[in-house]
Nanobody, 117 residues
Framework: VQLQASGGGLVQPGGSLRLSCVASGDISMIYSMAWYRQIPGKQRELVVSINKGGWSSYADSVKGRFTASSDNAKSTIYLEMNNLKPEDTATYYC????????????WGQGTLVTVSS
């Protein structure tokens, strides 16, 4: 399984971005997916988790501003980010939980989001 994230960039405070993550390979091995983010020097934190039923759970810091969605036909998940704040600046990672609990989970390469005027 490979996860390819894209869509990051530089945006002004209050602006919007949409991240995409395309899954390829044996995607039947993906049990659920999520978006994480990481600021240099800090732990990676969960932004939103998405189960196979489409139910999403958001971090309090992004509730009401970020929306996750998926397109199963395209094996893609999205993260729509609105009203971005400087504290949202981070590298965003796409994550896939392995259906095999004894095997490694899947991570995309990360896409950098910078919120700055």
């Amino acid at each position: 399984v490979q996860l390819q994230a894209s869509g990051g960039g530089l945006v002004q405070p209050g602006g919007s971005l949409r991240l995409s993550c395309v899954a390829s390979g044996d995607i039947s091995m993906i049990y659920s997916m999520a978006w994480y983010r990481q600021i240099p020097g800090k732990q990676r934190e969960l932004v939103v988790s998405i189960n196979k039923g489409g139910w999403s759970s958001y971090a309090d810091s992004v509730k009401g501003r970020f929306t996750a969605s998926s397109d199963n036909a395209k094996s893609t998940i999205y993260l729509e980010m609105n009203n971005l704040k400087p504290e949202d600046t981070a590298t965003y990672y796409c994550y896939g939980r392995n259906s095999n609990p004894t095997a490694a989970d899947y991570w995309g390469q990360g896409t950098l989001v910078t919120v700055s005027s």
